[in-house]
């Protein structure tokens, strides 16, 4: 079979090998029904289909409608929406980072039951032809792992949901065509279920031209994640609803003890390992999210460097990410707040906050601001001096004289008063950008949509911290110690000799930075409405001409003072929407909206 490259056009062209002349000159919609399910290019046509519907799995990107493409804007979204970064220049997030989260719904949405039928029918169809058995259960397989990650995106977002798992027809009862929602927990429970079902029919190992697909360890990754979030939801949430939404705290034990067999199951195997293949920390982790198919990857969707608005699969982060300026002189979209740069600690252990007061008095160097920060820091985040492409990042606003004053236009003997990278397009610059997943050595900061980096939907690192809170939520400490010291081990920093629920906590919110798990992790640990409802700030970087040091200012209320970021209680579900409860009056609001 032939390598997923999922594509905004929702075409047969996912797979570049077999029988492509079929397809194309066939359109799939033409072909008998009888001809598609007993044909194994035309099945394996119809599944590819279906990935390319799958646009989640690019950092939860929701939408593909025109100018808001999931592979161009709502891939920050996940990032934005939480206390990692600001929207620079396209901040359709702020809509619901004010509050502004009604009933109408339109951002972060994942409704996908036309996919969801597609995959019915296909797990339904597939059975009865008469392709090769195990190839059979191998493509059945992979539609209930594809479903069964659908249905993550919604319970995650919406709580209980209908479950529907069969095709309906227009002459089904009433009850069957407009289903009520699920519970919360029945949802969960599917989920894991559904991995349990098809873990043995799927290959463990994914190579050569069926990179794309899942093995047993991805189906296993989201069950392990699902598994964390649901004891999550129990621990910390309420039931509402009958529960529809939350789920009853005595079930919290039972998930996390599925997360953490699930994740010591992975482990065990030895088939993956955390990415270590550079003596240089920051170099090895960066190059983690840039080196395909490494140790650590457990499953990825698939890019390439061609624009899929003409067949390929790239995709459109670096036009966007890459610091400023670059094409239509824009990027630098996610701009991290000052609060995350403090996340990261120094290497011996001790906290990466700064004294506001002593930041901005005197003159610092980058050096003495960042050298000795955790090595990640410098492979995920970029700022002033940051090497990028034979020259260092100037993000500097403004240019102290030597008479000590300070100018703010133009130039001061020859020296510009701003530098390149400050990002003069919007109001307010936290002074950062996210270098992660950018790939300095592509022309695709200036071309749309030809970015070539797999994006990591499941990755080693991830399966370790989700093991360590499972533990740590069983009990386990000693077992969520050793977890978290390999992360921080192979970061390059001091590894701990105890550990506490905010420790593991931190840990993720470092490691995982800018992968889209924070806002949700904030979600399920009900921890949104203080996090998510708090001012953050950035820094501004003033050039001294005579000692080429800087004065620092701190930026408070960086997001603006006209509204102030709030995450209200009922926000901890998305709204059903108006739409969908009128489509379907059987389906019941979430509380609060």
Same mark, same amino acid.
């Given at each position: 079979m032939k390598k997923i490259f999922v594509s905004i056009f929702v075409m047969l062209f996912a797979f570049t090998s077999c029988k492509k002349d079929v397809l194309d000159k066939v359109p799939l919609d033409i072909i008998s029904d009888a001809a598609v399910w007993n044909d194994p290019v035309l099945i394996d046509?119809?599944?590819?289909?279906?990935?390319?519907?799958?646009?989640?799995?690019?950092n939860d990107g929701d939408t593909k409608s025109g100018y808001q493409e999931g592979m161009w804007f709502s891939m920050f979204n996940a990032n934005e929406l939480s206390d990692e970064a600001k929207a620079n220049w396209v901040d359709d997030s702020y809509r619901y980072k004010f509050g502004n989260l009604r009933v109408e719904g339109g951002l972060f949405e994942w409704w996908p039951y036309n996919t969801i039928r597609k995959l019915n029918e296909f797990i339904q169809r597939v059975p009865e032809s008469p392709?090769?058995? !195990?190839?059979?259960?191998?493509?059945?397989?992979?539609?209930?792992?594809?479903?069964?990650? !659908?249905?993550?995106?919604?319970?995650?977002r919406y709580g209980g949901v209908p479950l529907i798992t069969v095709v309906q027809n227009l002459?089904?009862?009433?009850?069957?065509?407009?289903?009520?929602? +699920?519970?919360? $927990?029945?949802?969960?429970?599917?989920?894991?279920?559904?991995?349990?079902?098809?873990?043995?029919?799927?290959?463990q190992t994914i190579t050569g031209n069926d990179l794309g697909r899942p093995s047993s360890y991805a189906a296993m990754a989201l069950q392990c994640r699902a598994a964390l979030y649901a004891g999550s939801i129990a621990k910390y949430g309420t039931v509402k609803i009958n529960g529809v939404v939350g789920i009853d705290a005595s079930k919290a +034990?039972?998930?996390?003890?599925? *997360?953490?067999?699930? !994740?010591?199951?992975?482990?065990?195997?030895?088939?993956?390992?955390?990415? #270590?293949?550079?003596?240089?920390?920051?170099? #090895?982790?960066? #190059?983690?999210?840039?080196?395909?198919?490494?140790?650590?990857?457990?499953? *990825?969707?698939?890019?390439?460097?061609?624009?899929?608005?003409?067949?390929?699969?790239?995709?459109?982060?670096?036009?966007?990410?890459?610091?400023?300026?670059?094409?239509?002189? !824009?990027?630098?979209q996610d701009a991290p707040y000052l609060?995350?740069?403090?996340?990261?600690?120094?290497?011996?252990?001790?906290?990466?906050?700064?004294?506001? +007061?002593?930041?901005?008095?005197?003159?610092?160097?980058? $050096?003495?601001?960042?050298?000795?920060? +955790?090595?990640?820091?410098?492979?995920?985040?970029?700022?002033?001096?940051?090497?990028w492409k034979g020259r260092e990042l100037q993000f500097y606003k403004g240019i102290i004289d030597e008479s000590g004053n300070i100018i703010n236009g133009g130039s001061y003997n020859g020296v510009l008063s701003q530098g390149g990278a400050y990002f003069a397009q919007v109001g307010s610059n936290t002074?950062?950008?996210?270098?992660?997943?950018?790939?300095?050595?592509?022309?695709?900061?200036?071309?749309?949509?030809?970015?070539?980096?797999?994006?990591?939907?499941?990755?080693?690192? $991830?399966?370790?911290? #989700?093991?360590a809170e499972a533990a740590?939520?069983?009990?386990?400490? *000693?077992?969520?110690?050793? *977890?978290?010291?390999?992360?921080?081990?192979?970061?390059?920093?001091?590894?701990?000799?105890?550990i506490t629920r905010e420790q593991i906590r931190h840990e993720r919110k470092v490691e995982l930075a800018f992968e889209g798990h924070r806002y949700w992790d904030l979600r399920r640990w009900r921890q949104a409405v203080t996090e998510l409802s708090k001012q953050n700030s950035g820094l501004q970087y003033i050039l001294d001409f005579t000692t080429k040091k800087f004065k620092l200012l701190v930026i408070n209320q960086v997001d603006g003072t006209v509204a102030l970021p709030a995450f209200y209680e009922q926000n901890y579900y998305l709204p059903i929407t108006i739409v969908r409860t009128a489509n379907n009056p059987n389906l019941v609001e979430n509380p609060g909206y």
């Open positions: 046509a119809y599944l590819n289909q279906v990935y390319s519907e799958m646009y989640i799995f690019t392709i090769d058995d !195990a190839l059979k259960a191998r493509r059945v397989a992979e539609a209930r792992f594809l479903r069964a990650f !659908a249905y993550f995106g919604m319970v995650k002459t089904d009862p009433e009850d069957v065509l407009y289903p009520k929602r +699920d519970k919360e $927990e029945d949802v969960y429970n599917f989920i894991i279920a559904e991995i349990d079902a098809i873990t043995n029919d799927l290959p +034990d039972g998930f996390y003890q599925k *997360a953490y067999d699930v !994740a010591q199951t992975i482990i065990s195997s030895g088939a993956f390992s955390l990415y #270590n293949a550079d003596a240089d920390k920051s170099t #090895n982790y960066r #190059n983690l999210f840039l080196v395909k198919n490494n140790s650590e990857v457990i499953f *990825a969707k698939r890019h390439n460097n061609l624009d899929p608005r003409t067949g390929g699969a790239g995709w459109g982060y670096d036009f966007f990410q890459s610091p400023a300026p670059q094409a239509w002189g !824009a990027g630098n609060e995350m740069v403090e996340e990261y600690e120094y290497t011996d252990g001790t906290s990466g906050k700064f004294n506001r +007061d002593d930041l901005q008095q005197g003159l610092h160097t980058t $050096e003495e601001l960042f050298g000795n920060k +955790d090595p990640r820091f410098k492979a995920t985040i970029y700022t002033q001096n940051t090497p002074g950062f950008g996210v270098l992660k997943y950018l790939d300095e050595t592509s022309n695709a900061d200036f071309n749309w949509g030809t970015s070539s980096q797999d994006y990591i939907v499941f990755r080693y690192g $991830e399966v370790l911290l #989700n093991y740590f939520e069983l009990n386990k400490s *000693a077992d969520a110690l050793n *977890a978290v010291n390999q992360i921080r081990d192979r970061a390059g920093i001091k590894i701990l000799t105890a």
